[in-house]
């Protein structure tokens, strides 16, 4: 099955460090990955959408400056909390899709726990 | 309105049992997508079951499957046989727009088995 490695799984960090979490889908091709962030017991929260070789697309109230996303390739995409404060301390996950129809389901990634002290 | 409703925030279920999670959706679209996710305490978010909007058979998937109903617009997951395992958070997405790249997920059931 499709298999999205997202790296690292965890991370604690002083305030006002920068912090850049991968997305790799490794075994197929992903034109499109998607960034959530996701309060405890509550659902995901798109963030923004990576298309490869364009510019990301996010949703409405996301900080484009404070979550840069590269999608450089057709297999990596990256979210870089810039200058983290503890209010950005949450479960970040990745997705990512392979080119086709209705029928394909997001493969996520495990997700990355960032704790900023 | 919102796409994806997920009326139970938590559900019980005992031990081989089955259970019913509920979900409804709302799409103007002809063709879409739905599936369910588990995602248990360790974060990672797993793919269960799909159902196309043209598919006229309920998917099914060992023990899951979806009971669709597509006049009423839901999609509920059905587990047969609970396992102790099968304790997560549940959650229903859909699939549309043109290029079908629109995801929506619903707020999630917490499922608890026990033994």
């Known amino acids: 099955g499709a298999v999205v490695s997202q790296h690292p799984s965890r991370v604690i960090c002083k305030s006002g460090t920068s912090v850049k979490i991968e997305c790799r889908s490794l075994?197929?091709?992903?034109?499109?990955m998607f960034w959530y962030r996701q309060f405890p017991k509550q659902s995901l929260m798109l963030m923004a959408t990576?298309?490869?070789?364009?510019?990301?697309?996010?949703e409405q109230g996301v900080e484009k400056d404070k979550f840069l996303i590269n999608h450089a390739s057709l297999t990596l995409s990256t979210l870089t909390v810039t200058s983290a404060h503890p209010e950005d301390s949450s479960f970040y996950i990745c997705?990512?899709?392979?080119?086709?129809?209705?029928?394909?389901?997001?493969?996520f990634g495990d997700g990355t726990r960032l704790s900023i002290l | 309105a919102q796409k994806i409703t997920q009326t139970q925030p938590g559900m019980f279920v005992q031990e081989k049992e089955a259970v019913t999670l509920d979900c409804t959706y709302d799409t103007s679209d002809q063709s879409y997508g739905l599936f369910w996710y588990k995602q248990p305490s360790s974060g990672e978010m797993i793919f269960l079951i799909y159902?196309?909007?043209?598919?006229?058979q309920n998917a099914t998937e060992g023990r899951y499957s979806l009971n669709f109903q597509k006049a009423r617009k839901s999609a509920n997951l059905v587990i047969s046989a609970s396992q102790l395992g099968d304790s997560a958070m549940y959650f229903c997405a859909m699939r549309e727009g043109s290029n079908f790249n629109k995801f929506y997920f619903g707020s999630g059931t917490k499922l608890n088995v026990k033994p």
């Open positions: 990576s298309n490869e070789g364009s510019k990301a697309t996010y």
């Open positions: 159902q196309g909007s043209y598919d006229e």
């Open positions: 075994d197929f091709q992903a034109t499109t």
């Open positions: 997705s990512a899709i392979e080119t086709g129809g209705r029928n394909q389901p997001q493969h």
